[in-house]
């Protein structure tokens, strides 16, 4: 079953133009995290946010995490045609440590 | 350092026959979990091995099992194929599967069962 739910399902925009995407989760956590997927492949890490951070950045990405309303956001900026993937929120519980993925969000970044 | 290795990288199979996927996880990583992904379900949890033990399980029936042996490489079996087990199946290693570490993922096999 799915922790995470990500919104939008799919989002296109201009190259150079910032993305940002949604990730609505159900129980309390330990931490969240996203990865990127590119077509058919295995998923890469991006950026691990703890249950007590409120924002973290990694280069382009900035990511925020809402406690008390369960989300998280991951923004790129300055969007390049290489970021072109799928993007899975994926959150830890407490006291189960497996991961648990959300349904993606796919973003196309138009040249 | 070498990534998630995971062999086959595509296989075909037909209904009822079995499958045996492979995976090797980075050097020194202990902590292997299986995921599966279809476009309907997304990303699913299989099990979690941890020093030759299944330490995590996920709700699939039986049919799919796996193990791990001393050099930390997994496999993982499905037996009785059936139309529905057609998917890309995900490996991905962690140092020990802590609530704090990032996994890193190999590029899956792709399981078609006709």
């Known amino acids: 079953s799915q922790q995470g739910e990500e919104d939008p399902q799919a989002l296109s925009i201009q190259e150079g133009e910032n993305a940002t995407m949604n990730c609505s989760y159900k129980?309390?956590?330990?931490?969240l995290q996203w990865y990127r997927q590119n077509s058919g492949r295995g998923l890469v890490h991006l950026i691990l946010?703890?249950?007590?951070?409120r924002e973290k950045h990694s280069g382009r990405l900035r990511v925020t995490l809402d406690t008390s309303k369960k989300s998280s956001s991951l923004l790129i900026t300055a969007s390049r045609a290489a970021d072109t993937a799928s993007y899975f929120c994926?959150?830890?519980?407490?006291?189960?440590?497996?991961?648990?993925f959300g349904t993606g969000t796919r973003l196309t970044i138009i040249p | 350092k070498a990534g998630v290795t995971q062999t086959p990288r595509y296989l075909i199979k037909t209904r009822g026959q079995q499958v045996t996927l492979s995976c090797s996880p980075i050097s020194g990583h202990r902590s292997v979990s299986w995921y599966q992904q279809t476009p309907g379900q997304g990303l699913q949890f299989l099990f979690e091995y941890f020093s030759e033990t299944q330490r995590n399980k996920g709700n699939f029936p039986g049919r799919f099992s796996g193990r791990q042996f001393s050099n930390s490489r997994s496999e993982m079996n499905v037996s009785t194929l059936e139309l529905g087990d057609s998917a890309l199946y995900l490996c991905?290693?962690?140092?020990?599967?802590?609530?704090?570490?990032?996994?890193?993922f190999g590029s899956g096999t792709q399981l078609s069962v006709l």
């Open positions: 991905a290693s962690s140092f020990s599967g802590g609530k704090d570490e990032k996994l890193f």
């Open positions: 994926a959150t830890s519980n407490f006291g189960n440590e497996k991961l648990t």
């Open positions: 129980t309390s956590i330990n931490n």
């Open positions: 946010i703890r249950s007590n951070e």
